[in-house]
Every structure is written in structure tokens, then in C-alpha cells.
């Protein structure tokens, strides 16, 4: 297996506003299967436009994915106002509506993949704490119903999405962030968490996969009885699974970046997010080249193809009106949806 055909199944952040020439020459080198966007790379519409563009001209044509769940964690918050949290979007019987807003800023903006909604449970105590709006409910049934909804609104923008944190976050009492939380063995519990993954994830056709580890103290990202043996075996999920940010605190105790992203590939990851650590992007390629069965390699880049083609499908869908619409006017509807 080539380093070029290895870095593939990556997901790559940049430094800031604009694609460096080192980065411009590492992606070149080894196309990625997306890059991702974050606060730092966001100034204004003009430059993110600008930006996506030129992105979107790399090889591979890779995609453009953020995270704009709304509330807490909404990247454009600066350039369109602050939209509405999940949470709230979920009581308020307005997730549909929240979806589509989210899914045209990304679509105006040159996103393909919004990385949300989370259907982690709202529990007392721990996601609490951590998560706290970014979960829609403690009950599965309310959580899936409104995550249907949420992604819904994006597919019908022409963008796509990806459910997280499988196996569930709800029950951690740390941020991934951070540090590695362990989520205590309860059968049913357990099933509670897992059931808005099983009712919304064939729907999202992504689901990412958190840190939290078991009994056994390993991160669910590492470990294949999470990421292959419960999600594929067990569940039968047959779309793409994203590790979250492999960067995180949670992993600190799990070797260097290179080791993390090949022991997560190894486990059954798909897309192997390296968000801010572009320097070693290089290095993590070549361990996962070196040291993951290429047909490991080759099944990721499967079930990518099959998400990426699926995007592309809902983005030659989607109805054209909404982009050509003053901005003013997406703006104005995400305050009045939130103000409502």
C-alpha cells in the first residue's frame, strides 16, 4: 500500500485562514479524503468561500467538513450570528428547520459534511456537565427523533451528515477533550446509549466514534470490539465510521499521533481526523501505509467512496433557490428561528 493511497482515508485540518504553501504541497502529495475546518480558519464569507475553492481544487477532491451542531459548537457564529443549540432546536419541535439552516450555511459557505447531530444522552451529572446543549434528550426515542429531523433538514440542503459519539458520551463524567473517561458496564444502560446510533445512523450513513473507553480502558477509537465487533457485527452498520479528533487529551497515554491514527485504522475507523498536527501528517500516513493490512485500507476507502458519492447525490438534488439568496437573509432566519 502507497503513502498516496494510505492518505486517503485521512481527514486533515490547516493552520488559519488560508492554505499555506507547505500545506498546499503536503496535501498535494498525499490527498487526503477531507479537510476540516475550524474557528482559526474562519474570517469572513468572502474568505471562506475563497478558501473552500481552493481547497476543493486540491487532488482527490477532497471534502469540506465542519462541525455546526448550533449552540456551543457553531463554527460560523461570527459570520452568520449564533444559531440555535440542538437542545433547544429538539424541545422546541424545530430540528428539521435547524437542519436545513445548518445545511445551507454550509452548502453557501462550500462545505460538504456537517458533522453533527450528536445523539448522545442528557444525563444528569455527566453529559450534564460536558455536553450539556449539544444533547437533544435523555430518552433515546426523543434524541433519534429529533436527530431524523436534524439530518433531514441537511440532506435536503445537500449536505451531509455523520451521528456522534458511538457507542454514546452520555455516561462520561470527563471530556474526551481532555482526558479518557471510562464509562461504567451496564447492560442496560448500554442499550439506551446505543439505541438513538441504531435508529438515525443508516440514515446519516457516518457515525463518528468518541474516546471513551470501557472496562477494559480502552478508547472506543482504538478498539475493534467497539468500532468493528459491536458497530459492524452486532449492529450491522455497514456506512462509514469517523474517529473523532485524534489529536484529543483522551488519547495521551496511547503513543504519538502516527501510532493513534494507525491502531484507530486497525480498529476500524474509517476516516482518520489529524485536525490541527498538520506537520505530522506525513509520519501518520506512512505508519497506517506500513502497518495496517491493506485490506483494512481498502474497506475504509470503500465505505468513504460510497459515503462521498452519497453526498454528491444530495447535492445534485438539492433545490438551487436557497443559494442564491442574499446572505443577510440566512442570517436573519437563523437569529429568528433561535429569538423565536
Known amino acids: 500500500m502507497t503513502r498516496a493511497e494510505a492518505s486517503r482515508i485521512f481527514g486533515v485540518g490547516i493552520s ?16 487526503p479524503r477531507a ?26 477532491r477532497p471534502l469540506l467538513c465542519v462541525d455546526l451542531e448550533g449552540g456551543p459548537v457553531d463554527r460560523f457564529r461570527d459570520l452568520l450570528g449564533r444559531s440555535i443549540s440542538f437542545r433547544e432546536a429538539a424541545e422546541r419541535g424545530v430540528a428539521r428547520r435547524a437542519g436545513e439552516l445548518a445545511g445551507e450555511a454550509c452548502s453557501r459557505l462550500g462545505f ?16 450534564e456537565r460536558v455536553l450539556r446543549d449539544r444533547c437533544a434528550s435523555a430518552e433515546p426515542a426523543a434524541i433519534a427523533r429529533a436527530a431524523s429531523e436534524f439530518l433531514a433538514g441537511l440532506h435536503a440542503t445537500g449536505v451531509g451528515g455523520c451521528v456522534k459519539h458511538f457507542p454514546g458520551l452520555g455516561r462520561a463524567d470527563l471530556d474526551t477533550h481532555k482526558d479518557l473517561p471510562l464509562i461504567p458496564p451496564d447492560a442496560g444502560e448500554e442499550e439506551r446509549d446505543l439505541a438513538p446510533f441504531v435508529a438515525t445512523m443508516e440514515e446519516a450513513g457516518a457515525v463518528m ?45 496511547f503513543g504519538g ?23 505530522e501528517y506525513s509520519a501518520c500516513v506512512g505508519e497506517v501505509a506500513s502497518t495496517v493490512p491493506p485490506g483494512r485500507i481498502a474497506e475504509a476507502f470503500e465505505r468513504l467512496d460510497a459515503y462521498a458519492r452519497s453526498v454528491d447525490s444530495l447535492r445534485k438534488h438539492a433545490p438551487f433557490g436557497f443559494r442564491t439568496r442574499p446572505i443577510a437573509a440566512l442570517t436573519a432566519d437563523i437569529a429568528g428561528l433561535r429569538e423565536a
Open 209 to 253: 466514534i468518541s474516546h471513551a473507553a470501557g472496562p477494559d480502558g480502552i478508547p472506543a477509537s482504538l478498539s475493534k470490539e467497539k468500532a468493528t465487533t459491536l458497530l459492524r457485527s452486532r449492529l450491522g452498520f455497514e456506512g462509514a465510521a469517523f474517529s473523532d479528533d485524534l489529536e484529543m487529551g483522551a488519547l495521551s497515554a
Open 16 to 31: 488559519g485562514p488560508t492554505l499555506l504553501l507547505e500545506e498546499r504541497e503536503a496535501l498535494e502529495r498525499f490527498p
Open 35 to 60: 479537510v476540516i475546518l475550524f474557528k482559526r480558519n474562519i474570517e469572513s464569507v468572502e474568505q471562506v468561500i475563497e478558501l473552500t475553492s481552493s481547497i476543493r481544487e486540491l487532488p482527490g
Open 112 to 127: 460538504d459534511v456537517n458533522l453533527a447531530p450528536v445523539v448522545d444522552r442528557l444525563l444528569p451529572g455527566a453529559s
Open 257 to 279: 499521533m502516527p501510532q493513534r491514527v494507525a491502531a484507530a485504522a486497525r480498529a476500524g475507523c474509517d476516516l482518520l481526523f489529524v485536525c490541527s498536527r498538520i506537520a
